[in-house]
């Protein structure tokens, strides 16, 4: 548990994540709950750990799909033994198991998957908070507060959502989503509209298709902003 500052200073938050308007977002959300300030923001995983080392934060919320370097990597480089002692709340369009448990067994203190709605992001702030309470009183924890810390965290955590689970949603075929995953790993990245095309498909099955491969976790997507208008989603093949 971070302990830089002392226990009436706020809590010292680093942003990172490739999106600057999603960051953006986020340092927002931060900079209005209380007890919490924003000292910078990263787009990369290199930019993420020098900045962790120069700024010193508290808690980073930190994005896993970066452009460089994951930020499970970061995460794991911060947990060496000449890394910052900071924790991390990760932040991501991640849902498969093998992802949480990683982010698990590497730290993590929260998990939050995108999209997610404000509310989420402040409650997960606000235990964090807590969290820190118990532990930098000085005092001994009693049992009941160990409880509440680690029962937080294994209830959340069984509750993760199970990729495959329930097999695949109704009005979906595996011979499409096989079509839309070779066009998918053969463009590298692909608007919904784009994939329809290479496919045959039309715009929303293909858009079908593709969010059902983001909460299975073998896709990414990222907002490409333009000069007006909604922003794009872009999609892209992760799974091995």
């Known amino acids: 548990m971070s302990a830089t500052g002392g226990p009436g200073d706020p809590i010292r938050v680093l942003v990172v994540d490739d999106d600057f308007m999603v960051a953006r977002v986020h340092r927002r959300l931060v900079d209005r709950t209380p007890g919490f300030t924003v000292v910078g923001e990263a787009r990369t995983g290199a930019e993420a ?4 080392a120069e700024l010193r934060p508290d808690l980073l919320l930190l994005d896993v799909y970066l452009p460089d370097i994951s930020g499970l990597e970061v995460l794991r480089r911060l947990r060496g ?3 910052p002692d900071v924790d991390a709340l990760i932040i991501t369009a991640a849902r498969d198991a093998a992802t ?3 982010a698990l067994h590497g730290g993590a203190v929260h998990y939050v998957i995108k999209p997610f709605d404000a509310a989420t992001l402040r409650d997960r702030l606000t235990r964090y908070r807590e969290m820190r309470r118990v532990l ?4 001994s924890t009693r049992q009941s507060d160990v409880d509440r810390l680690f029962g937080g965290a294994a209830t959340r ?12 949603p109704k009005g979906l075929t595996a011979e499409s989503a096989r079509v839309v995953e070779r066009a998918l790993r053969e463009a590298g990245e692909a608007s919904a509209s784009e994939c329809a095309e290479l496919t045959g498909l039309s715009r ?5 298709y593709l969010e059902y491969f983001v909460q299975e976790g073998r896709a990414a997507v990222r907002l ?5 208008g909604r922003p794009e989603r872009r999609y892209a093949w992760t799974a091995e």
Request: hydrophobic share 35%.
């Open 136 to 139: 930098d009183d000085g005092a």
């Open 81 to 83: 033994t000449d890394g």
């Open 224 to 228: 490409r902003y333009g000069t007006a």
């Open 49 to 52: 750990l020098r900045a962790a």
């Open 157 to 168: 955590t069984a509750a993760a959502p199970r990729p495959g689970a329930g097999g695949m």
């Open 204 to 208: 929303v099955s293909a858009r079908r």
């Open 100 to 102: 949480v448990r990683k």
